[in-house]
């Protein structure tokens, strides 16, 4: 990939949109090239790289606060404070996932009653609700 990139081109190649990068710009995440007298700011594959990871974390459910924590480790050298951001992280997710099978249950459980008509005064998704 050239070393010679636009904003817009290394936009489409980590398929990102604009926007994104300049608020990376303003997060921290990303470094903002020098801008040549009567010229556009030129990037490296290295952002291309870099924007690249900070999206493919995001997708594992990394805050923008982790990943600035992460890209802080992307040397590769300290496998064992990455691991144990990670597992933090797995942790989180776990507890969400099991607050999702709760919600996922009563849900069930209160579209069930709906179905039955047992109540005919109300309707148990809106009490439950309100209660």
Known sequence: MAED????????AADVHVETIRYYHRRGLLDVPAKP?????????NAVRRLRFIKRAQQLGFTLEEVRDLLRLEDGR????TRLLAEQKLLVIEQRLAQLAHMHELLKGLIVECKAGKRSRSCPMITALSA
């Open 5 to 12: 990139l636009t904003i817009g081109r290394v936009a489409r």
């Open 78 to 81: 300290n496998c064992q404070k």
């Open 37 to 45: 007298t009567n010229g556009r700011r030129r990037y490296s594959s």
